[in-house]
């Protein structure tokens, strides 16, 4: 099977068919998913899809571009939150410096409260980047020295030395439809250089299409597409590749629980 290890099930774009899109993730293979939270108040619609659906685990937080409107946010918020049974992670959260939405210091102390949260609960941390590598390295390094912290840098775009000082601390890498783009010719080479123990693959539907659905709405069935360019760029097998990424979300994510009869993987080319 195949996990989609970050999606947005909640968002408009899925009102009224996501009865559908989790149909075709299962037909695709995709076992479990992880649909992730962005602004506290719509996190109870995340929460809801996670407890309604067998495989699918949700995570709390507020992402860069809200940090701003949740000025007033501390660790404790998060921690109480995490505490439900199918909270598996904290985030996403993080720094973005490309769109800036709200400024680089309401971001730099949103980030700071998940990764005390993160810390507090032992639960790893979901991280978005963007025009952000120094300082990302920075913080995540600096909480890592102070105490043991684990978690992702989803949909990585950033350049080789933010994924090898991610790694240093033992975070893991995920790659999104984005190393499928002609363009991402950078991208590939550091997914051909991740350690295959630290890899994970993603939607971030539904936004970053892969190829060969560029231009339609993302969905977790497409992560298909992904693991096998994802397979291709290191030389080895699809269900290597698979059996690798799958491994490694239930190690980073350990509050999940694995499916008892995982879906059948669907080839490749589907």
Same mark, same amino acid.
């Given at each position: ?26 037909? &695709? ?52 939150? &995490?505490?439900?049974? $199918?909270? +598996? ?12 939405? %709200? ?13 005390? &949260? ?6 790893? +941390?979901?991280?978005?980047? =963007? ?32 994924? =090898? =000082? ?16 002609? %363009? ?9 250089? +991740?350690?295959?123990? $630290? ?11 892969? +190829?060969?659905? =560029? ?12 693991? &096998? $360019? ?38 490749? %080319?589907?």
């Amino acid at each position: 099977m195949l996990v989609d290890s970050h999606c947005h099930l909640d968002f408009d774009v899925f009102d009224g068919r996501l009865g559908d899109v989790l149909a075709r993730a299962r037909a &695709a293979g995709i076992g479990t998913m992880l649909t992730i939270g962005t602004k506290l108040k719509e996190f109870p619609g995340v929460r809801a899809i996670a407890e309604g659906h067998p495989g699918i685990f949700c995570s709390v937080g507020v992402h860069p571009h809200e940090a701003g409107a949740h000025d007033g946010l501390s660790a404790a918020d998060l921690v109480a939150l &995490a505490t439900h049974p $199918r909270v +598996v992670g904290l985030g996403e959260t993080g720094l973005d410096y490309h769109y800036q939405h %709200s400024s680089p210091d309401a971001q730099r102390a949103c980030f700071g409260e998940h990764l005390v &949260a993160a810390q507090a609960t032992g639960l790893p +941390v979901i991280v978005h980047s =963007r025009n952000a590598d120094t300082d990302t390295a920075e913080m995540l390094e600096a909480a890592a020295a102070r105490e043991p912290l684990t978690g992702v840098i989803h949909c990585f775009t950033g350049g080789a030395e933010l994924a =090898r =000082r991610c790694i240093d601390i033992g975070f893991y890498i995920s790659f999104s439809g984005i190393v499928t783009f002609k %363009s991402a010719d950078d991208l590939r080479e550091t997914a051909r250089q +991740v350690p295959l123990d $630290r890899l994970l693959v993603e939607t971030d539907a539904p936004y970053l299409a892969p +190829v060969p659905n =560029r231009g339609k709405p993302n969905e977790p069935a497409f992560v298909v597409h992904t693991a &096998a $360019r994802l397979a291709e760029i290191r030389g080895i097998t699809f269900p290597e590749l698979a059996d690798a990424t799958t491994s490694n979300f239930f190690a980073l994510f350990g509050k999940a629980e694995r499916p008892a009869e995982a879906p059948v993987l669907a080839a490749a %080319s589907s």
